[in-house]
């Protein structure tokens, strides 16, 4: 089982140096370690950056900040029976 607040935490750290405001997921690209391969990876859960733009709606852009754009890829993910 996957542990919600791991992967939230793992997120936040992916994205918040992304140069915010962000207008699409293009914009999080440079920001990432590894980017669009990028993995977040809790229990059985597992997803790269790419996947996780291809399996959920992608967010509702603009974000001011990383934690609302993670905040919504979270419950996009849990409407998704992927969380």
């Known amino acids: 089982m996957a542990d919600e607040s791991e992967i939230r935490e793992?997120?936040?750290?992916?994205?918040?140096?992304?140069?915010?405001?962000?207008?699409?997921?293009?914009?999080?690209?440079?920001?990432?370690?590894?980017?669009p391969g990028t993995k977040f990876e809790s229990g059985d859960f597992s997803m790269t950056a790419m996947e996780l733009n291809t399996k959920t709606s992608g967010g509702d852009?603009?974000?001011?900040?990383?934690?609302s754009f993670v905040?919504?890829?979270?419950?996009?993910?849990?409407?998704?029976?992927e969380l």
């Open 10 to 35: 793992q997120m936040v750290d992916a994205f918040e140096e992304a140069d915010y405001p962000i207008s699409s997921p293009m914009d999080l690209v440079p920001a990432l370690p590894n980017g």
């Open 61 to 67: 852009f603009p974000y001011d900040d990383a934690e």
């Open 71 to 81: 905040d919504d890829i979270i419950e996009d993910l849990k409407e998704q029976g």
